[in-house]
């Protein structure tokens, strides 16, 4: 066994019999390893005593499994904006310099990266001489200061593109995308990926390799020199980034072009000049509002990541381990999306559809979703048969009595769903959990088919929902809080932020969506051209404009939607004659065709080619005046009766807590995360200028009525959300 050498309060150090030094990292109160304070002193610390009697070689791993790094500690991330640029700039030289003490003694050095490494984590594996990386699933080693509207400041920028040239290096800081070991490897970020097991003993014959031919000191003379790039890559690394970041971002986000151009000139440059630049990109980034929103969302992730769902910490006899069997009913589109998420977070999972060829058509696309690869682009054939064990797919639904939670997802038909229910309450043990994954059925009125409603709530997914994060936990009437924070910590493990809502009509998602769908539709009847409006919203920042979203979902979806969300705002929106038109004509979007949009093929496919040279036909009969609007008066017309919605839900007690909106509809709707979310939106407004815009849409009626809650923010100053 290694003798144990020293000890701090994040550093365990071991000498091994070959003379090489381990040093384990596990920093306490943290879920993962962050740079702390604590650690960034006992790193100091201990270079301190390897300066006093050096080591042979050393060794730098976990001693938390799943975690090397994952870098700085956001929330002082957070006051990053609210310092001065001379301090920001000594802290990003401070933890540079401290790095740099790995790259200039007599002996080498090695990182084991086993699980996560990203950020300043990765900025610590880049200046040790060696890295290893191990094939477990959880490894990842990434950038993504990009993510948080900053880059790297401990000289990642400088050491990235001198050890796997500047082109992969770009690609990895610009996108904030991280890799897997193996394709770490494959870049020559990792010098080996190997099991883990077998990591720190790769680790240490790397390093004797490495003392045997001093070859360390050859890499730090290449990571201290300028890097040679031919004028003609310059050019076409240039252009060809510049233009995918814009085509991505549409220059909204300024980091990912700060951070190429911070790339590249530092290439020109000895390492110790352009470590100099990458600190004032920094420190230039640090001012952007950009930036502070961006780390404020992530705070609400990592807020909805500690929620209970319940608002207090889960009591003794809440089931949060129910979910170990889980089961899905129904093989549509999407109850094969929720399968598919349940076989790539690594769970196995009954599927159950009366119909066997339903069953027989879902199962290879569940597999193949299961299976994606996202570096490829494509589905991984090998990992899709080692999928394949983990699902059972039946058409007897007596498949499901073991199980201890179901998900419900069969058609939107209330009737059918209640009978559904009732079966898989009769089927399953009294203590298995039942969810119904429903975008507009009450969930009071499904629980009705139940005898014990109390272990039943709703789960709504959105599609697609693999790429969709958020999950609508909606709470019925007779929810249990012990069913809530089951339910909650299943979507948890499946990689989603659930938000707990009431039951209400449109939960919260489609509530706040109605009134922007709803306006664009208006301005459509006054005149306004389809593509302006699309337009305006995608300038906005929205991924899709209104019109161009209700050709994807579908006109004859958004239609019984609208019928359901009459009930909850039909006082204050009148329902569009325009929809149900265009579903009476067969338009229905992109599944036919045509809708707002004619398209080249039909279905998921479909190309949109232009605007639908019938529509003026169809809008004719339900004309509204003309009407001559600016550009900002048609975004105000768009967003502003989504934010009144938005303060309406607060005020009704849907959800716990107004950052729940921000983060629901950053994660289903696509709001764009550099304005922070919906109400953050309304706060960088400020609540007397949302009064001033709304005076000018006044004559449009009881849509643009300020409710009470914006006039007593107006009045007090308050912000619309805490801050994070």
Not at 324 to 350: F, N
Not at 373 to 398: E, I, K, Y
Request: some cysteine; charged content about 20%; hydrophobic content about 45%.
């Amino acid at each position: 066994m290694p003798e144990s050498l020293a000890s701090f309060t994040t550093l365990t150090v071991e000498h091994l019999p070959a003379g090489i030094t381990v040093v384990s990292l596990a920093v306490p109160g943290h879920a993962q390893n962050v740079m702390t304070e604590g650690f960034l002193w006992d790193l100091g610390q201990l270079l301190d005593a390897f300066d006093r009697e050096p080591p042979r070689g050393v060794v730098f791993q976990s001693a938390r499994p799943g975690s090397f790094c994952a870098g700085a500690d956001v929330e002082r991330l957070e006051r990053l904006g609210d310092l001065p640029e001379s301090e920001v700039a000594a802290l990003c030289a401070r933890g540079r310099r401290l790095l740099d003490r790995l790259s200039g003694p007599a002996w080498p050095s090695v990182a084991v990266i086993d699980g996560v490494c990203l950020g300043g984590g990765l900025e610590l594996a880049l200046a040790c001489d060696l890295r290893v990386a191990t094939t477990s699933s959880r490894t990842s080693l990434g950038a993504p200061e990009v993510k948080l509207g900053l880059l790297p400041g401990w000289g990642g920028t400088v050491r990235l593109p001198r050890l796997i040239g500047p082109g992969p290096a770009i690609e990895l800081i610009v996108t904030g995308e991280p890799v897997n070991g193996t394709r770490a490897a494959t870049l020559g970020l990792v010098d080996a990926c190997v099991p883990p097991e077998t990591a720190t003993a790769s680790a240490v014959a790397l390093l004797e390799q490495t003392l045997a031919t001093n070859d360390f000191q050859t890499r730090r003379q290449r990571q201290a020199a300028p890097v040679v790039i031919d004028e003609t890559e310059r050019e076409f690394l240039e252009a060809t980034s510049a233009a995918l970041i814009l085509g991505r971002t549409g220059g909204h986000y300024p980091a990912p072009l700060t951070a190429l151009d911070a790339v590249l000139r530092g290439c020109d440059l000895p390492a110790a000049e352009a470590a100099a630049g990458e600190t004032a990109a920094f420190v230039q980034l640090t001012r952007s509002p950009v930036a502070r929103q961006l780390v404020r969302v992530f705070l609400l992730g990592e807020r909805n990541r500690r929620d209970s769902g319940t608002g207090d910490p889960p009591a003794a006899d809440v089931a949060v381990g129910a979910g170990q069997r889980p089961a899905v009913v129904g093989a549509g589109i999407m109850g094969a999306g929720i399968v598919a998420r349940h076989l790539r977070s690594g769970i196995t999972t009954t599927l159950v559809d009366i119909d066997p060829e339903t069953l027989a058509r879902s199962v290879p696309g569940i597999l193949a979703e299961a299976a994606w690869d996202r570096h490829t682009q494509a589905s991984d054939p090998q990992r899709a048969v080692q999928l394949a064990g983990m699902l059972r797919a039946s058409t007897d639904r007596a498949a499901i009595a073991g199980a201890d939670f179901v998900i419900e997802s069969v058609i939107e038909r209330t009737d059918l769903k209640r009978q559904v229910l009732a079966e898989i309450e009769a089927t399953v043990a009294a203590s298995a959990i039942i969810c119904t994954n429903t975008s507009t059925n009450p969930i009071a009125t499904l629980a009705a088919a139940l005898t014990d409603p109390s272990r039943f709530c709703g789960m709504h997914f959105f599609n697609p929902v693999r790429r969709m994060k958020l999950v609508e936990v909606i709470r019925g009437p007779a929810t249990s809080d012990a069913t809530v924070a089951a339910v909650v910590a299943h979507a948890k493990r499946l990689g989603k932020y659930p938000v707990v809502v009431q039951d209400s009509p449109g939960f919260l998602v489609n509530r706040v969506l109605t009134p922007y769908l709803h306006e664009a539709v208006e301005l459509l009847r006054e005149g306004i051209d389809p593509a302006r409006i699309d337009r305006l919203a995608r300038r906005f920042g929205m991924p899709l404009g209104p019109l161009e979203l209700y050709d994807m979902v579908g006109l004859d979806t958004a239609f019984y939607a609208g019928l359901v969300m009459a009930s909850a705002i039909g006082e204050r929106i009148e329902s569009s004659p325009v929809i149900p038109a265009l579903v009476k004509a067969g338009r229905l979007g992109r599944k036919t065709g045509s809708g707002f949009y004619r398209y080249r093929g039909r279905g998921h496919d479909a190309r949109l080619e232009t605007v639908d040279e019938r529509l003026a036909d169809a809008l004719e009969p339900y004309r509204l005046p003309d009407r001559s609007l600016r550009d900002a008066d048609i975004t105000d017309r768009l967003f502003l009766p989504m934010l009144l919605e938005a303060l309406l839900v607060l005020d009704e007690g849907i959800v716990r807590d107004g950052r729940d909106i921000d983060l629901a509809v950053i994660h289903a709707l696509g709001f764009p995360a550099f304005r922070g979310g919906l109400l953050a939106w309304g706060d960088s407004l400020g609540a007397t200028e949302v009064l001033t815009r709304l005076a000018r849409l006044a004559d449009l009626g009881p849509r643009m009525v300020p409710p009470p809650r914006l006039r007593d923010h107006a009045a007090s100053g308050r912000p619309f959300v805490p801050e994070s």
